[in-house]
């Protein structure tokens, strides 16, 4: 029958902003049934980003799309014990405040597993828990700057160059998604939760290619390249009369399909570029042949000779995020999600790229209103109506 993936995996998200949300989103779009624990009033930081005025930020939306929401005042004692009888129904707590925020309130994962045994407790910071930056202030610009990930980023005349997006987030959102289903996983086969303490600079440095396995084994600091390959060519970014192309290849073969394509067949067999190495070497000579030749044809005329169709090298032609809801490729793949908001008309999420077979999608398509479901899950653990208004003219909920 179809389901859910992660039916019957029940998260505490007490996460905010990008990375903890896109986490625990991926897991709400594979089924789980995640509860957004929010300050009562104002929320997590990013219900107020870009958006129309008065409205919830659409950010906001896509990275928490699936879940409910309530509302609880952590500092308050009222609102502490509420929480560890959630904690009791729950598979897993995540976070992402600065490393030691909850053991100051009261709620270290000693005390939540002391409730419940076999809950997975899972941190995200920028640092970590552990070493001489814990519990310092990061930022995703932070992540990337001092993973060494920057440093490798960017044209070789320039500044470097933080990724495009909040790219060091997703990434450490992505980590703590593996972490959180990995310790899972290991709860169900030994009866043992564990706690996870993941860093965004750790996750940063993880995927900085083999730079520092090449560094420390060479002894050379790899110069940034830009949108060129350092190992190969070509592999650019390359402008054409009406848009801009990237062409990459990474075996002679296609070194040589490309060369007969655009004229030149005679290159593929030139001794100085007939191997990787030795393109490589004259990465800037290569790029920049090719480079010509597109520069006088449009992006049509590029990918009809160098695409799918022609000498089938890899190629594409560079499109922006308001073209890319129109990728006949994502349409097909079920990428672009667009539902009817009581609020603010249509939203477009980006849609689940885990594929599996006969899975349901998630049950609730919407990010919730803040504390939207109070009643609905609080009243879960024993809190009826006229507990939760008395509890509403405190500030606790």
């Known amino acids: 029958m179809p389901g859910r993936v992660l039916d019957g995996i029940r998260i505490l998200d007490l996460t905010r902003v990008v990375a903890g949300p896109f986490a625990t989103g991926v897991l709400a779009d594979l089924g789980a049934d995640v509860i957004k624990v929010e300050r009562p009033g104002t929320g997590d930081d990013y219900r107020y980003g870009p958006s129309q005025k008065g409205q919830t930020s659409l950010s906001f939306?896509?990275?928490?799309?699936?879940?409910?929401?309530?509302?609880?005042?952590?500092?308050?004692?009222?609102?502490?014990?509420?929480?560890?009888?959630?904690?009791?129904?729950?598979d897993a707590v995540v976070e992402n405040f600065r490393a030691g925020y909850l053991e100051k309130i009261g709620l270290g994962p000693e005390v939540l597993q002391e409730r419940n045994p076999r809950l997975l407790v899972a941190s995200l910071s920028g640092f970590g828990a552990t070493g001489p930056r814990a519990g310092q202030a990061s930022y995703d610009?932070?992540?990337?700057?001092?993973?060494?990930?920057?440093?490798?980023?960017?044209?070789?005349?320039?500044?470097?160059?933080?990724?495009?997006?909040?790219?060091?987030?997703?990434?450490?959102?992505l980590y703590l998604t593996v972490g959180l289903l990995?310790?899972?996983?290991?709860?169900?086969?030994?009866?043992?939760?564990?706690?996870?303490?993941?860093?965004?600079q750790d996750a940063m440095f993880a995927v900085t290619d083999s730079y520092t396995t090449i560094t420390e084994g060479l002894g050379a600091v790899p110069a940034r390249a830009g949108n060129q390959h350092p190992f190969t060519a070509p592999y650019d970014c390359l402008r054409a009369e009406d848009g801009w192309?990237?062409?990459?290849?990474?075996?002679?073969?296609?070194?040589?399909?490309?060369?007969?394509?655009?004229?030149?067949?005679?290159?593929?067999?030139?001794?100085r570029y007939r191997s990787h190495r030795g393109r490589a070497a004259r990465r800037h000579e290569v790029n920049g042949f090719v480079a010509a030749w597109i520069a006088e044809r449009t992006c049509a005329e590029v990918l009809a000779a160098l695409g799918p169709h022609g000498a089938?090298?890899?190629?594409?032609?560079?499109?922006?995020?308001?073209?890319?809801?129109?990728?006949?490729?994502?349409?097909?793949?079920?990428?672009?999600?667009?539902?009817?908001?009581?609020?603010?008309?249509?939203?477009?999420?980006?849609?689940?790229?885990?594929?599996?077979?006969?899975?349901?999608?998630?049950?609730?398509p919407l990010a919730p209103d803040l504390g939207e479901h109070n009643a609905e899950v609080l009243g879960e653990v024993g809190v009826d109506a006229a507990a939760l208004a008395r509890l509403a003219e405190k500030g606790v909920v």
């Open 312 to 364: 089938d090298v890899p190629c594409a032609r560079v499109v922006g995020p308001d073209e890319a809801v129109d990728d006949e490729q994502l349409l097909a793949r079920g990428m672009i999600e667009r539902h009817p908001h009581p609020h603010v008309g249509e939203v477009v999420f980006h849609g689940n790229p885990l594929k599996f077979s006969d899975a349901e999608p998630r049950a609730r």
């Open 245 to 271: 192309i990237v062409v990459g290849t990474a075996s002679n073969k296609l070194f040589r399909r490309l060369c007969e394509a655009i004229g030149r067949p005679e290159l593929g067999t030139d001794e």
């Open 61 to 90: 939306q896509n990275n928490n799309r699936g879940k409910r929401s309530v509302t609880l005042d952590l500092r308050a004692e009222e609102g502490r014990e509420i929480f560890l009888r959630l904690c009791e129904t729950a």
């Open 182 to 200: 990995a310790g899972l996983r290991d709860r169900d086969a030994s009866g043992r939760a564990r706690v996870l303490d993941l860093s965004n």
């Open 141 to 173: 610009i932070i992540a990337q700057a001092t993973s060494g990930f920057m440093a490798m980023t960017g044209e070789p005349d320039g500044p470097p160059m933080r990724g495009g997006g909040a790219l060091a987030d997703f990434v450490g959102g």
